[in-house]
């Protein structure tokens, strides 16, 4: 079946590095993407992953390992605008011709002072 | 800018009535989707079209019909709405060809049946 597993919620304090996790089973792996959504507005694309490693965006960056099924998020220097649901999906076939994603649901994370 | 829209923003209404969500591009992409999103399950998919005139159902689409006679617009119906279609609806659009494929979605529409 498919599975994409991520943490319900995370507390973080406001200058701080959080790491949100996100582990997939899925038929087949064409990406994982992160979207960043605040509440009640649209999902807004952070990253990428399709090749394992580290990928850096100021001060976001997202990390794939194929193998173990597994993804990061890791925030640094933390603001209080970055409290919003992070999405962890995955373009579930090779080839990627449809480009459906199956998306998990979500992180809650809150910034606190 | 380039964008997505959706109309109407929030809509009310009662079971069994008919409803259209409608969804606006100005970016050019061919292809476009729909979504629902309820507290706990994420977003999932309900259709999705590759051009004009292409449908194809995505993963939760009983109860729902979709309209794509333009590129830039595509249309989201419940023929006959039910309370568990009381949800968040956001379309989004991506443009084959691209890197990274990436979606862009629209700023959702709150629909509740009462």
């Known amino acids: 079946g498919q599975n994409i597993d991520q943490p319900t919620e995370m507390t973080a304090t406001e200058g701080a590095i959080v790491q949100i996790n996100c582990t997939y089973q899925?038929?087949?792996?064409?990406?994982l993407f992160w979207y960043q959504q605040h509440a009640g507005e649209a999902p807004t694309f952070l990253s990428y992953?399709?090749?394992?490693g580290l990928e850096e965006k100021g001060r976001f960056s997202s990390f794939l390992s194929r193998s173990k099924g597994y993804s990061y998020l890791l925030l640094k220097e933390l603001q209080m605008k970055d409290s919003a649901s992070y999405l962890c999906?995955?373009?579930?076939?090779?080839?990627?011709?449809?480009?459906?994603?199956?998306f998990g649901t979500g992180t809650l994370l809150a910034v606190q002072p | 800018d380039a964008d997505v829209t959706q109309t109407p923003r929030n809509r009310i209404t009662k079971t069994g009535k008919r409803i259209m969500l409608e969804c606006s591009q100005t970016?050019?992409?061919?292809?476009m989707y729909w979504y629902r999103q309820d507290p706990g399950l994420g977003l999932r998919l309900i259709y999705y079209s590759f051009d004009v005139k292409d449908i194809n159902k995505g993963e939760i689409s009983d109860g729902y019909s979709v309209s794509r006679q333009a590129q830039a617009k595509f249309s989201l119906s419940l023929e006959s709405a039910i309370p568990n279609q009381t949800a968040l609806y956001f379309c989004?659009?991506?443009?084959?060809?691209?890197?990274?494929?990436?979606?862009?979605f629209g700023p959702g529409t709150r629909l509740t049946v009462l």
């Open positions: 999906a995955v373009r579930d076939e090779y080839g990627g011709a449809t480009n459906k994603l199956i």
């Open positions: 992953n399709v090749l394992d």
């Open positions: 989004a659009t991506s443009k084959t060809g691209t890197a990274v494929n990436e979606q862009f």
């Open positions: 970016k050019g992409h061919d292809r």
């Open positions: 899925t038929s087949g792996f064409n990406g």
